[in-house]
């Protein structure tokens, strides 16, 4: 990237709502031309390898690959472009996960538009390791969740939708909180409900919590 042209960003997140919200964000400073956007895992890997990318943008859990391929394929096919995770969870483990895997910072999408700007300015500077400020805010308030691995049936969007069920939200709360649908919500709810053997969502939170592991 030339001195003075803008920072060429790819965003990656399966809401097309959130790349929009993102590409307006970022390009009204006219720092930041957003080069690319993908909703999946494989758009995601085809704009690593065609495109001219100085940034990237993207959520935890891509459709089309596990949690964080695309923060893997980033670090393999861009190495000197920073990766900033974008993402709806404030899990720790999620964060240590990330940054294990090279990514920059770890920030929230509840993150106010002037925060995130600013968040990605110190990436673009060489720091490292910058996390939301918000990140374990609810975990220390709320019943903690076993760790993920002890639900290892469940997957990364999951586990999400189920420790929102924790907090109490509903579907909708849910999808605000996630940036999804809240038929998508109803799809992982249901589907949560199947593999931890819970008759509804209150009796699914009273096994994860009062036993830690779902039936077998």
Do not use: C
């Not at 990330?98 to 509840?110: E, I, M, P």
């Amino acid at each position: 990237m030339a001195q003075g042209e803008p920072t060429r960003v790819l965003v990656v997140d399966a809401s097309q709502l959130v790349t929009e919200g993102l590409r307006v964000v970022l390009q009204r400073t006219q720092r930041f031309r957003v080069a690319g956007v993908a909703h999946t895992a494989g758009e995601a890997l085809r704009g690593l390898r065609a495109l001219l990318v100085d940034l990237v943008i993207t959520d935890i859990d891509v459709p089309g690959a596990a949690p964080l391929q695309t923060v893997r394929d980033a670090r393999e096919h861009r190495p000197r472009s920073p990766v900033v995770v974008l993402s709806g969870t404030d899990a720790r483990e999620w964060v240590d996960a990330a940054l294990d895997l090279g990514a920059s910072a770890y920030l929230l999408k509840t993150t106010p538009a002037a925060e995130l700007l600013s968040a990605i300015a110190e990436v673009l500077r060489g720091r490292s390791a910058v996390v939301d400020r918000r990140v374990g805010e609810q975990a220390q308030m709320l019943p903690r969740l076993p760790p993920r691995t002890a639900l290892e049936n469940l997957s990364a969007r999951e586990f999400d939708v189920l420790a929102e069920l924790v907090k109490g939200l509903d579907n909708q709360s849910i999808a605000n909180r996630l940036f999804i649908s809240t038929d998508t919500v109803k799809s992982h709810v249901k589907s949560i409900l199947r593999k931890l053997g819970a008759r509804d969502r209150a009796h699914a939170v009273a096994i994860v919590l009062g036993r830690g592991v779902p039936h077998r």
